[in-house]
């Protein structure tokens, strides 16, 4: 069973940092498109960052310059770093991995990102 473990959220005050991971236990993650959304109260989930399996990376325009996906194929692991948060940021963050070509697609279980002072 295909598992997806998220770390690394937090509160954080304006301007500020974090770093989030999400560690996959599923063979070939290097074929996966990995990727960040975040679900806001009252408002549907959204596609933050992108990253294929090639590397090449998409992002969400309200995040552009500030948040960076990578992925350590080595270790299963996806990244978004996050920096100069705003309050318009909170929201709940989801790892995603899918592969079209077979068919699937899996979600985290969520991690809380809360920017206040």
């Known amino acids: 069973q295909v598992q997806l473990v998220e770390s690394g959220g937090g509160l954080v005050q304006p301007g500020g940092s974090l770093r989030l991971s999400c560690a996959a236990s599923?063979?070939?993650?290097?074929?996966?498109?990995m990727g960040w959304y975040r679900q806001a109260p009252g408002k549907q989930r959204e596609l933050v960052a992108r990253?294929?399996?090639?590397?090449?990376?998409n992002y969400a325009d309200s995040v552009k310059g500030r948040f960076t996906i990578s992925r350590d194929n080595a270790k299963k692991t996806v990244y978004l770093q996050m920096n100069s948060l705003k309050p318009e940021d909170t929201a709940v963050y989801y790892c995603?991995?899918?592969?079209?070509?077979?068919?699937?697609?899996?979600w985290g279980q969520g991690t809380q990102v809360t920017v206040s002072s």
């Open positions: 995603n991995m899918n592969r079209s070509i077979i068919g699937v697609e899996y």
């Open positions: 599923v063979s070939m993650f290097r074929l996966y498109v």
């Open positions: 990253i294929t399996a090639g590397g090449t990376t």
